[in-house]
């Protein structure tokens, strides 16, 4: 029977999460941070005058659209939009300028910014996945590819360090595809008590649902190029050796894996305009060149099949990008870049992109959601992408597939077992910025 200990999976330094009265301080703050921060935008209304708050707003305006002309533009248009990208908010610091209230614009920016930081600090929390305590692995199975990350394989000592530690290692070599999954399911048979793999996400995930089929522990080991999952497990990627601690002083959690169709995936399933870059040949080598050549097209809709997205009872027809992922992303973040709160939600993210022009590109910017109708942000266990085509391009893992449609995508909760280093840097979740919640946590008392 194992132990199990109440921590985050991403887990932080204990101090890391405010205790209750210095949250109720730091709300009651986030609120009077941001009356000041609106109270000198008045003032500077009143000193100023509104002409020229509506010229910033038209500045600021009229760069949101010169980004947008950007990407979806080619020659002489995308150039000239560039140019107007970086004068309009120039040529607006100027106007503040010549009117003597930098100062002032300055003052609203660091009242706003400490505001957010008060309110998200104020709503940290700890919940995460359980941590169980569980015996070292006596056999463990280790994959890694010399190639991954720029050759932290070698940088970092892993092969000998893993040996060291008794594991099994494995070299992914030379150009020619490797079937990770078949030599994870050797190892298993030849009594391999512990999977891992020091590679890229979608050599992590492959060899995950090797582990996961049968109930084996899995070492993520943060020798990628991105590392996400990594990250939200809260290793360190600065060094991969540190993951290796696991094999001798190590904890477990159970997370969610996705599902599309039969491929696992630990992030996310993309389709649609990103899909579409990462399946370009010349992108290995040239990532921005060939997301800005390809671009323009794909979001002006001109090319790719014509996406649907069936999400519960809703449908949602022409998407230019549509995300999946293995639990949902932070509210803000409309393009699957940065953290997920936790892994072991047992739901999938949602996001779908349908952008017609300038207006819904800035509402994305701005970070619109709802009653625009250029992003859909929801979850689900269940998704199902159609198409006006046989086939579609899709982004697994930031490997490039085409499959079959219609395309199912389900989730796998608490699939898979994950053992990772006792002590680790870890990650405080970026919570959503409810300002509601906020707002009773405010007016809360001491006896709550």
Request: a positive charge; charged letters at 20%.
């Amino acid at each position: 029977m194992t132990r199990a200990r109440y921590t985050a999976a991403a887990e932080a330094p204990a101090a890391a999460v405010p205790s209750r009265p210095a949250q109720r301080w730091l709300a009651r703050a986030a609120f009077v941070l941001a009356a000041a921060a609106t109270a000198l935008l008045l003032l500077v209304g009143v000193l100023a005058g509104v002409l020229l708050l509506a010229v910033a707003i038209a500045g600021l305006a009229a760069g949101l659209a010169g980004a947008w002309w950007f990407l979806s533009s080619r020659g002489l248009r995308r150039w000239v939009a560039g140019t107007l990208v970086v004068l309009a908010p120039l040529a607006v610091a100027v106007l503040f300028a010549a009117h003597r209230l930098i100062a002032e614009v300055v003052a609203f920016t660091l009242l706003w910014v400490a505001a957010v930081a008060a309110g998200r600090r104020a709503l940290a929390t700890s919940n995460g996945p359980v941590e169980y305590d569980s015996p070292p692995p006596r056999r463990p199975f280790l994959i890694m590819n010399p190639r991954s990350g720029g050759g932290k394989v070698e940088r970092f000592g892993l092969v000998e360090r893993a040996r060291a530690l008794g594991a099994e290692v494995v070299l992914l070599a030379g150009p020619a595809e490797t079937d990770v999954a078949d030599l994870a399911r050797r190892a298993v048979r030849d009594g391999a008590d512990l999977l891992g793999v020091a590679g890229g996400d979608g050599t992590q995930a492959r060899v995950a649902a090797v582990a996961a089929e049968h109930g084996l522990p899995f070492l993520v080991i943060s020798a990628g190029t991105r590392n996400h999952f990594a990250l939200d497990l809260g290793l360190d990627r600065t060094d991969p050796a540190t993951c290796l601690n696991a094999l001798t002083d190590g904890v477990e959690m159970r997370v969610d894996l996705g599902r599309m169709g039969d491929r696992t995936f630990v992030n996310n399933a993309s389709f649609g305009a990103y899909a579409a870059v990462v399946q370009s040949s010349a992108y290995r080598d040239d990532k921005v060149g060939t997301a800005l050549d390809m671009l323009p097209e794909l979001l002006a809709g001109h090319r790719g099949p014509r996406l649907r997205l069936h999400v519960d009872d809703t449908v949602r027809t022409g998407p230019q990008a549509v995300l999946i992922s293995n639990n949902p992303y932070g509210s803000g973040d409309v393009a699957g870049l940065g953290r997920r709160p936790r892994l072991d939600g047992g739901v999938l993210g949602v996001l779908a992109v349908t952008v017609r022009g300038a207006v819904d590109a800035a509402g994305l910017v701005r970070g619109r959601r709802r009653g625009s109708g250029s992003l859909t942000v929801r979850t689900a266990t269940e998704v199902v992408i159609d198409a006006d085509a046989p086939s579609v391009p899709v982004g697994v893992d930031g490997e490039a597939l085409t499959v079959s449609t219609p395309v199912r995508c389900t989730i796998q909760p608490a699939a898979l077992r994950v053992r990772v280093p006792r002590d680790r840097p870890g990650v405080t979740p970026r919570p959503d910025l409810d300002w509601i919640r906020l707002r009773r946590l405010a007016l809360s008392t001491g006896r709550g």
